[in-house]
C-alpha cells in the first residue's frame, strides 16, 4: 500500500507563500485524483483543492479559490498546493489523500490513502 508523504510547512506571517508537496512512498500517485484537505484545532477536516488524474482539471474551496494552485508532476510522482496570500485562518495541519474518484470529489470518504500531514501556521 503507497504511503502519502507532506512536505513544506512551516510558520509564516500574514501575506506569505508556500508550497506544499506530497510524494508516495512505495507506490504512485498515477491514476489517482490527488487532493488536499486541512483540519484546524479544534475542527473537522475540509477539503482545499483536488485535481484530475492528468491535470487537466482542479477543484478549489471558495477559501482557496484565487489564492491556492493545485498542481501534479507525475513523472515525478508528487502533487504540490500553491498557497499564496496566506490568512491566520489558513492555520491548519495539510494532509494529501489519493482516491479512486471523481476530480470533483470533495468528501474525505472519497479518499482512500492519506498522508500524516504538515502543519501550516500563519500568524498576523
Known amino acids: 500500500q503507497a504511503q502519502l508523504v507532506e512536505s513544506g510547512g512551516g510558520s509564516v506571517q500574514t501575506g506569505d507563500s508556500l508550497r506544499l508537496s506530497c510524494t508516495t512512498s512505495?507506490?504512485?500517485?498515477?491514476?489517482?485524483?490527488m487532493a488536499w484537505f486541512r483540519q484546524a484545532p479544534g475542527k473537522g477536516r475540509e477539503f482545499v483543492s483536488a485535481i484530475s488524474r492528468s491535470g487537466g482539471n482542479t477543484n478549489y474551496a471558495d477559501s482557496a479559490k484565487g489564492r491556492f494552485t493545485v498542481s501534479r508532476d507525475n513523472a515525478k510522482n508528487t502533487v504540490y498546493l500553491q498557497m499564496n496570500s496566506l490568512k491566520p485562518e489558513d492555520t491548519a495541519n495539510y494532509y494529501c489523500?489519493?482516491?479512486?474518484?471523481?476530480?470533483?470529489?470533495?468528501?474525505?470518504?472519497?479518499?482512500?490513502?492519506w498522508g500524516q500531514g504538515t502543519q501550516v501556521t500563519v500568524s498576523s
Open positions: 489523500a489519493a482516491g479512486a474518484t471523481l476530480w470533483t470529489s470533495t468528501s474525505e470518504t472519497s479518499y482512500n490513502y
Open positions: 512505495g507506490g504512485t500517485i498515477n491514476g489517482y485524483v
